[in-house]
Nanobody
Framework: QVQLVESGGGLVQAGGSLRLSCAAS????????MGWFRQAPGKERAFVAA????????SYTDSVKGRFTISRDNAKNTLSLQMNSLLREDTAVYYC???????????????WGQGTQVTVSS
């Protein structure tokens, strides 16, 4: 079993930056592909970014390309999402998740954190 805990959310003005972190339990962190997802009011949970176990492969949803960067530190069992040039449309609860394989859909992920709120004001 894996426990995931997100942190770093908060209120930021449009154009600003936030860095989200996800701390994972266990000693097999590098075996999991990791992802960030977000859920805005009235919408389904949506893919944001994914990273392979080694950290060498990353993917992003089109709306965040060039603005967000996903990374991981396997020595510290942590996952990060650097968010720059934030838009009001980025407002959502952000979740980190772990999967046994590299994937882009919520159903492919086995473990989820509780989420952290990101609010972007205009």
């Amino acid at each position: 079993q894996v426990q995931l805990v997100e942190s770093g959310g908060g209120l930021v003005q449009a154009g600003g930056s936030l860095r989200l972190s996800c701390a994972a339990s266990g000693r097999t962190f590098s075996m999991y592909a990791m992802g960030w997802f977000r859920q805005a009011p009235g919408k389904e949970r949506a893919f944001v970014a994914a990273i392979s176990g080694s950290g060498r492969i990353t993917s992003y949803t089109d709306s965040v390309k060039g603005r967000f960067t996903i990374s991981r530190d396997n020595a510290k069992n942590t996952l990060s999402l650097q968010m720059n040039s934030l838009l009001r449309e980025d407002t959502a609860v952000y979740y980190c998740a772990a999967s046994g394989h590299y994937a882009y859909t919520t159903t492919a992920y086995d473990y989820w954190g509780q989420g952290t709120q990101v609010t972007v004001s205009s």
